[in-house]
């Protein structure tokens, strides 16, 4: 909306432009007689129309009319016409002036309109833009700037609730900042009216651009003005956006009231985004933990009462005195009560593993270890458990590799015995390690059923295990998620492929040596 200064000035503008088209008339009617010229001032009609408006081009017609009556017809200086021929000229004049000069108006108009539709357009869709970003507070922060630019006012506060969370962004010179924080109410949702009238009225009142008034909580602020346009969302307040102009300026129109209530919407369905993106991740994590805890709970019964129960029933029957065992019975009964505990001690274990590497609290212990000791180490204590044939494949000119021989041993512990749960009893499982650029490199091949395609995302997930074809869920879901843990513990990466011919491989990688780092070699 065109302030009082502007449109006296467009008023002094059109007549300035007659009075110096009637002074070029003038010096060329002394120097030269000529004919009727008023035809000229429809260039200064036109000029009136397209820059200044169609009132400044209605004011200059006439004007024009006027001036060319007095100065340049007879008799002279009178607002008078001998002629009757020439009030027929000035009047058809006067007609073509007010006409050519509302239709110069209305396409000043239109071209107008069509420039500011097309910054509107603009302007909303970098709002929609800005609203999608990751960063709430650098999007805030642009757009505060962005509609102070489109605006023109000095400074502009964006005030909202985003989950919970109240952020505050401004733009605008350093000066108007802080007027218009120190301006702005203490309450974070007080407006035009008390904040009590502010969760009575209805919306639609609300989104208009309120005028200041020194009642009802505007305050003309020295040289500044304020405005404020709340943001609500199902008719809660959550927000505010302020702008800050100083006093004299040009008001907000329809199509700023529009501007305005189009992005304190988009406030509100960003605050209201944000609170819905909050209560499902946190509906995600509960339905995550109750999975977690179900799984937990199922796999730990079965694998804690299973090897219990073996353990309860060896000791009973050795504790019956009215039943004489031979050396080969205790010896029997012996050795399932010892199988049965390192199986409880590996399951708990790995629910002690798997509570580190959540905790953030694994850090391996790393030193130098020649790899082949190291695997023969693991194999000669699982090959005793099971009928499978385990081969290992390790080059002999393998370097010392950096790691924490506990740790890796576990891993690969937990690849074999995996394999051999799932293999076909007799079968073969080949343990392979070879130095690949600076990394070192075990696989576990089985010929078992292999992993499904579709499985083979989650096989290191906690408690997760293999149905399928072939496949029968056995153990507690643990052995591959912790193998996973401690890999990446060492900066490494784990993996699971087909293996020609059927199978299934599982491998890793770790760093042979960190930067700096060389083997101690004794003589």
Not at 106 to 113: F, I, Q, T, V
Not at 131 to 150: C, F, I
Not at 369 to 390: F, T
Not at 493 to 502: F, L, M, Q, S
């Amino acid at each position: 909306m065109p302030s009082r200064r502007h449109v006296a000035f467009s008023y002094i503008a059109a007549l300035t432009a007659v009075a110096a088209m009637s002074l070029a008339i003038g010096a060329v009617r002394a120097i030269a007689p000529v004919g009727k010229v008023s035809t000229v001032y429809l260039v200064v009609v036109l000029f009136a129309a397209t820059r200044l408006g169609r009132v400044p081009a209605l004011l200059a017609s006439v004007a024009a009319f006027l001036t060319y009556d007095f100065f340049f017809t007879t008799p002279y200086h009178e607002l008078t016409i001998s002629d009757p021929d020439e009030w027929v000229s000035l009047i058809l004049f006067l007609i073509t002036a007010v006409i050519t000069g509302q239709v110069a108006a209305n396409e000043r108009a239109r071209a107008e309109d069509a420039r500011r539709r097309e910054r509107e357009a603009v302007l909303l869709f970098d709002v929609i833009r800005l609203m999608t970003h990751a960063d709430v507070g650098a999007a805030l922060e642009a757009l505060a700037e962005r509609v102070r630019s489109e605006l023109g006012v000095d400074a502009v506060a964006i005030e909202i609730t985003v989950a919970g969370d109240v952020r505050i962004a401004s733009a605008g010179g350093a000066e108007a900042v802080a007027a218009l924080r120190g301006s702005m109410p203490t309450d974070l949702f007080a407006d035009a009216s008390s904040p009590a009238d502010a969760d009575r009225t209805p919306l639609r009142h609300w989104v208009h651009v309120l005028p200041p008034r020194r009642a009802r909580g505007f305050a003309v602020l020295g040289a500044w003005r304020r405005y404020a346009v709340p943001v609500r969302v199902a008719e809660r307040a959550i927000g505010r956006i302020t702008l800050l102009r100083r006093g004299g300026g040009p008001g907000f129109g329809a199509v700023d009231d529009r501007t305005l209530a189009f992005i304190a919407t988009q406030l509100g369905l960003l605050s209201e985004r944000a609170e819905l993106e909050a209560a499902v991740t946190e509906a995600e994590v509960l339905r995550r933990a109750s999975e977690l805890k179900t799984a937990l709970l199922n796999a730990v019964s079965h694998e804690l009462r299973t090897p219990l129960a073996s353990i309860l029933a060896s000791a009973g029957s050795l504790l019956q005195r009215d039943v004489q065992w031979g050396p080969d019975d205790r010896d029997g009964f012996a050795t399932d009560i010892e199988q049965q505990a390192r199986r409880l001690d590996r399951v708990v274990g790995d629910l002690l593993d798997l509570s580190r590497m959540e905790a953030g609290a694994l850090r391996p212990a790393k030193d130098f270890h020649e790899v082949g000791s190291l695997i023969d180490d693991v194999v000669g204590q699982l090959r005793d458990r099971g009928s499978h044939r385990i081969v290992t494949r390790v080059r002999d000119d393998l370097p010392p590799a950096s790691l924490d021989r506990v740790e890796i041993e576990h891993v690969i512990s937990n690849l074999i015995d995996n394999a051999q749960k799932y293999a076909p009893p007799g079968s073969s499982v080949e343990v392979r390690a070879s130095n690949d650029g600076g990394e070192l490199v075990i696989e576990v091949a089985d010929e078992g059923p292999g992993i499904p395609t579709a499985a083979a995302p989650f096989v290191f997930e906690p408690f997760y295990r293999v149905r399928g074809a072939g496949l029968r869920p056995n153990g507690l879901g643990l052995g591959l998620a912790v193998a996973r843990g401690l890999v990446q513990a060492h900066g490494g990466r784990i993996w699971v492929r087909a293996r020609e011919g059927g199978g299934a491989v599982f491998g890793f990688a770790i760093p042979s040596a960190a930067a700096g780092e060389r083997p101690v070699v004794l003589a």
